[in-house]
């Protein structure tokens, strides 16, 4: 260590270089030591030199070639630290034999490994509801950005237990909070693989539907009201579980501000003309 940072004024920035010119100072000495003895005889022999001069030369070019290229996976090495320091994801790590280099890698593998499933962990716990085990309000917004990329056909519901604050007074906490679980695991199960699902807030919940008319998106949510409706498994003790629907269509992510309130604006129109129904915004 202290020869390195004794020589660190030499390409401070690029460590290659100063191995590369120190290496190239030694290859020299034997010309050198030429130069020296038939200086000190007198008798010069410029062939020899020539000979030497140009067997150092190319020595030098051949050496400074091959430390470069065996210095190419430390270069390697600290571009995927760099990246996995960065939060992004660490491309193919090379495998390295038992020296210095491969362990080098092998701990570089190690820790852009436990960094991406570490950075997975926290980004699921950020992005998922605890209690349903669907997205959030943050991941589905996340996710919406993504899928609204560019121009969509697409539509924005909001859901929104009827009567929750009945069903958390009758039957307690646990039961309301049973019956949230098990909307969301319908949600997930019933609606299509391309759309987005997500705990809005409270016991309220939020659907996405790529590619979506609104009157084709209104008989998708219909199907699953009836069938919530008629499902006496969700509720407690034969207490029917239904829920309130807002839509409103969305053609890209900067509508989505927009397409949340006007959602939100049905499901209130919904919610008051009666519940257990299915309302669009106006357009």
């Not at 120190?22 to 005889?41: D, K, M, N």
């Not at 309000?137 to 604050?165: K, N, P, W, Y």
């Not at 969301?184 to 008319?213: C, H, I, M, Y």
């Not at 084709?216 to 034969?238: F, K, N, T, Y």
Request: glycine letters at 8%; aromatic letters at 6%; a neutral charge.
């Amino acid at each position: 260590m202290r020869f390195y940072k004794a020589t660190a004024f030499l390409f401070p920035n690029h460590y290659e270089n100063r191995i590369i010119l120190i290496c190239s100072g030694a290859a020299l000495i034997p010309l050198a030591a030429c130069v020296a003895v038939q200086a000190a005889s007198g008798q010069w022999d410029f062939t020899l030199l020539a000979i030497v001069l140009a067997a150092t030369v190319t020595g030098t070019i051949l050496a400074a070639a091959a430390i470069r290229a065996l210095l190419a996976p430390l270069a390697d090495a600290a571009a995927l630290l760099q990246a996995v320091q960065a939060g992004e994801t660490a491309g193919e790590i090379p495998e390295g034999g038992n020296d210095l280099v491969g362990r080098l890698l092998r701990g570089v593998a190690t820790a852009a490994n436990e960094s991406a499933a570490r950075i997975k962990r926290l980004t699921d716990a950020a992005e998922r509801d605890p209690l349903t085990g669907i997205g959030n309000r943050r991941g589905f917004t996340d996710s919406a950005r993504e899928v609204l990329l560019g121009q969509h056909t697409a539509v924005l519901a909001l859901i929104a237990v009827d009567h929750f604050a009945l069903i958390q007074e009758q039957f307690g906490e646990a039961a309301a909070d049973k019956v949230l679980k098990a909307i969301g695991r319908r949600l997930e199960s019933q609606l299509r693989r391309t759309d987005l699902t997500a705990r809005w807030e409270g016991e309220k919940f939020a659907v996405l539907l790529p590619d979506t008319l609104l009157d084709e998106a209104r008989l998708i949510m219909e199907r699953l009201r009836a069938s919530m409706a008629l499902d006496q498994s969700l509720g407690e003790q034969g207490w029917p579980v239904t829920f309130s629907c807002g839509l409103a269509p969305i053609r890209n992510y900067a509508q989505f501000d927009e397409a949340c309130s006007r959602a939100g604006a049905a499901l209130g129109d919904a919610s008051n003309g009666g519940r257990n129904r299915i309302h669009a915004a106006a357009n």
